[in-house]
């Protein structure tokens, strides 16, 4: 069993599902059911409350940007010309109001924020610093590195290993 923060504990086939959803989320019931071994019903009715628990979130398909032109993903780490109050709030609606930002993290460290950018070209993203973050009172800075290859990605939450970690410290423990 896995336990959620909330204390209430998903099972075996419970994890199963969302395991089974994250590789692949356009699954038909029928052929999910029969992937985690449950009946239909069942199965359905797990799927349900999971996203009713907030387990599952929005299901999307994801889209190859390379593909659709966009040959450039940068990575703009972003410091703030000051920490005051709002100043991270009006950051927050600059880059959710643009269409290439595609993430933004907040950090602790050295930089403010950490943003993924994709575009067309490196013109393109020149013309977005200029124009969008640099432009704005709120950035003192911006330090960018361009993706030259994906070694990793994935969506995928590792719902497996921490199963079998917390099973491993249970035998270490019984045994």
Do not use: W
């Not at 359905?44 to 390379?66: F, M, P, T």
């Not at 973050?133 to 290993?161: D, G, H, M, Q, Y």
């Amino acid at each position: 069993m896995i336990l959620h923060r909330s204390g209430v504990a998903l099972d075996d086939a419970d994890v199963r599902i969302l395991a089974a959803l994250q590789q692949d989320a356009s699954l038909s019931n029928q052929a999910l059911a029969a992937l985690v071994h449950l009946s239909p019903a069942p199965c359905l009715r797990r799927v349900r409350r999971l996203r009713e628990e907030g387990y599952i979130g929005r299901i999307v398909a994801l889209l190859d940007r390379e593909r659709l032109g966009f040959e450039v993903a940068a990575y703009a780490f972003v410091t703030l010309e000051t920490h005051r109050a709002g100043a991270g709030e009006q950051f927050e609606q600059l880059v959710r109001r643009r269409p290439e930002v595609v993430e933004c993290v907040r950090l602790s460290g050295a930089y403010d924020f950490l943003a993924r950018i994709v575009v067309e070209s490196i013109t393109a993203y020149s013309a977005f610093l200029d124009r969008q973050l640099l432009r704005s009172p709120l950035v003192r800075a911006v330090n960018t590195s361009f993706e030259l290859a994906v070694l990793k990605r994935t969506t995928e939450l590792p719902l497996i290993a921490p199963r079998r970690a917390r099973a491993r410290r249970g035998a270490a423990l019984s045994g």
